[in-house]
């Protein structure tokens, strides 16, 4: 068979299959109609931009940061031709109108729906049969607006309004599972309570000691069936060895504060949890609790070794706001619920590029994270440009170098980060020493 022949076999392969579009392939057509319907906000006649193509908007807004609004419109064709079969261009200010109908609730609404679905396909790491994910919070600042002031400022010296987010994420494939977020006048641990229930069953989830709460805790270890936490202790922390397994590893009671019990009046006086020691530490971090009390089916060295891995939250969100937000210093929306509808859209599309990322990882038989973000990302953005635009003979071209661009985002393994010990750096002489001389 000639070359010819070949490339035009792909070319009809591809003209009848699916779309290749991420979004048409990963966000069914129906679960954003679900989302526009149980929300309210469908439109109730013909448009030529309905509510269900802004919804298509704010996901290519979260995915193409570099690109206006009306740039990522005319990419992803979201208008409709109008009476006369025509596709003039919209006008910039009705595709604002029709994203500001919209409101937040959708997008929050598809983000729920798509995590929920999205979880059950990828892979987690795991330890004695559990699970491994992670919880930790972020901040993204906003444009300083009069209605933005309603998120408040991260510190009294702050240029911009922030909003504080605090996500569930895979430390396998850094997919996130849920999100909650709003004003910094909030604490993380409020935000990390809306998320109790979210964490699969059989699970540990990895918690930094800023989350250190009997309140949070223990409702996140009673939320489902073997839903585990593991958090740090802090210098300060009270506690009482009721049961010694070995000499680093110890059953604890815990005092309840009595700003937690007028709270939550069920919690009692105390709490127990395990404390294990770290044998030679190397840092603030001394030691952690956890609700994993067994310590035959969970051994005190799997523990040890699987608490580092909370670190990948912080990975991820550095990928996430170095490349898919290309380090933009604020959100585009000022105003308040179009902050909300930005951030579900660009936590969303973040959860896109990790779902190609781990199927991408399945297909090459390597771990998740050694596929690069920033190139997968590229590599998604490069799709809708030559899919939506690109002419029918460079279609297997493109077919051909997506296929082997597949290998060349693979990382090389991970190395073991070494120790450097904390030294203090010799500070400067402002001015030359002169030598003593003898007489």
Same mark, same amino acid.
């Given at each position: 068979?000639? !070359?010819?022949?070949?490339?035009?076999?792909?070319?009809?392969?591809?003209?009848?299959?699916?779309?290749?579009?991420?979004?048409?392939?990963?966000? #069914?057509?129906?679960?954003?109609?679900? /989302?526009?319907? *149980?929300?309210?906000?469908?439109?109730? %006649?013909?448009?030529?931009?309905?509510? !269900?193509? /802004? &919804?298509?908007?704010?996901?290519?807004?979260?995915?193409?940061?570099?690109?206006?609004?009306?740039?990522?419109?005319?990419?992803?064709?979201? $208008?409709?031709?109008?009476?006369?079969?025509?596709?003039?261009?919209? /006008?910039?200010?009705?595709?604002?109108?029709?994203?500001?109908?919209?409101?937040?609730?959708?997008?929050?609404?598809?983000?729920?729906?798509?995590?929920?679905?999205?979880?059950?396909?990828?892979?987690?790491?795991?330890?004695?049969?559990?699970?491994?994910?992670?919880?930790?919070?972020?901040?993204?600042?906003?444009?300083?607006? !009069? !209605?933005?002031?309603?998120?408040?400022? $991260?510190? +009294?010296?702050?240029?911009?309004?922030?909003?504080?987010?605090?996500?569930?994420?895979?430390?396998?494939?850094?997919?996130?599972?849920?999100?909650?977020?709003?004003?910094?006048?909030?604490?993380?641990?409020?935000?990390?309570?809306?998320?109790?229930?979210?964490?699969?069953?059989?699970?540990?989830?990895?918690?930094?000691?800023?989350?250190? +709460?009997?309140?949070?805790?223990?409702?996140?270890?009673?939320?489902?069936?073997?839903?585990? =936490?593991?958090?740090?202790?802090?210098?300060?922390?009270?506690?009482?060895?009721?049961?010694?397994?070995?000499?680093?590893?110890?059953?604890?009671?815990?005092? &309840?504060? #009595?700003?937690?019990?007028?709270? /939550?009046?069920?919690?009692?006086?105390?709490?127990?949890?395990?404390?294990?020691?770290?044998?030679?530490?190397?840092?603030?971090?001394?030691?952690?609790?956890?609700?994993?009390?067994? #310590?035959?089916?969970?051994?005190?060295?799997?523990?040890?070794?699987?608490?580092?891995?909370? =670190?990948?939250?912080?990975?991820?969100?550095?990928?996430?706001?170095?490349?898919?937000?290309?380090?933009?210093?604020?959100?585009?929306?000022?105003?308040?619920?179009?902050?909300? *509808?930005?951030?579900?859209?660009?936590?969303?599309?973040?959860?896109?590029?990790?779902?190609?990322?781990?199927?991408?990882?399945?297909?090459?038989?390597?771990?998740?994270?050694?596929?690069?973000?920033?190139?997968?990302?590229?590599?998604?953005?490069?799709?809708?440009? =030559?899919?939506?635009?690109?002419?029918?003979?460079?279609?297997?071209?493109?077919?051909?170098?997506?296929?082997?661009?597949?290998?060349?985002?693979?990382?090389? #393994?991970? %190395?073991?980060?070494?120790?450097?010990?904390?030294?203090?750096?010799?500070?400067?002489?402002?001015?030359?020493?002169?030598?003593?001389?003898?007489?």
């Amino acid at each position: 068979m000639s !070359e010819f022949s070949k490339e035009l076999l792909v070319t009809a392969e591809f003209c009848q299959s699916q779309d290749i579009d991420v979004f048409a392939k990963h966000v #069914p057509m129906d679960w954003v109609a679900e /989302a526009v319907q *149980q929300t309210g906000r469908a439109s109730l %006649r013909t448009r030529r931009f309905p509510a !269900e193509q /802004a &919804v298509w908007l704010v996901l290519g807004i979260g995915l193409m940061r570099n690109r206006s609004i009306q740039q990522v419109c005319d990419t992803l064709s979201l $208008a409709f031709p109008d009476a006369k079969g025509e596709l003039p261009p919209l /006008a910039t200010s009705s595709i604002i109108k029709a994203k500001e109908k919209l409101g937040s609730e959708p997008m929050r609404y598809l983000f729920k729906t798509t995590a929920a679905q999205w979880e059950t396909q990828c892979e987690f790491d795991e330890i004695a049969g559990l699970k491994l994910l992670s919880v930790d919070g972020t901040y993204f600042k906003t444009y300083n607006t !009069e !209605e933005n002031h309603h998120f408040g400022f $991260a510190q +009294s010296t702050a240029s911009f309004p922030s909003v504080l987010a605090v996500t569930l994420m895979s430390t396998r494939s850094h997919l996130l599972s849920d999100a909650a977020f709003g004003p910094v006048t909030h604490s993380e641990i409020h935000y990390a309570q809306q998320l109790v229930g979210s964490a699969p069953e059989h699970s540990l989830t990895l918690f930094d000691r800023g989350f250190m +709460s009997a309140e949070l805790l223990i409702s996140w270890q009673g939320s489902g069936a073997n839903t585990h =936490w593991l958090t740090p202790i802090k210098s300060k922390t009270r506690y009482q060895i009721i049961e010694s397994f070995s000499e680093y590893d110890h059953l604890v009671e815990m005092p &309840v504060s #009595p700003q937690a019990k007028q709270q /939550a009046p069920y919690l009692g006086e105390s709490w127990q949890a395990r404390l294990i020691l770290i044998p030679s530490p190397k840092g603030d971090i001394k030691g952690f609790i956890t609700s994993c009390l067994c #310590p035959n089916t969970y051994p005190v060295n799997d523990l040890l070794k699987v608490y580092w891995q909370l =670190w990948e939250i912080e990975r991820g969100y550095g990928e996430l706001k170095q490349y898919q937000l290309e380090n933009k210093p604020v959100l585009r929306s000022k105003k308040k619920d179009g902050v909300y *509808q930005e951030l579900w859209g660009i936590l969303t599309t973040y959860n896109i590029v990790r779902l190609e990322m781990a199927a991408m990882a399945v297909q090459h038989k390597v771990e998740p994270q050694r596929i690069s973000f920033i190139n997968a990302l590229f590599l998604i953005q490069d799709e809708f440009g =030559w899919s939506d635009r690109g002419s029918p003979g460079a279609i297997p071209q493109h077919l051909k170098r997506l296929r082997e661009n597949g290998k060349r985002l693979i990382l090389p #393994p991970k %190395r073991k980060r070494p120790s450097y010990p904390r030294v203090v750096l010799k500070k400067t002489v402002k001015y030359p020493s002169k030598n003593a001389t003898r007489s």
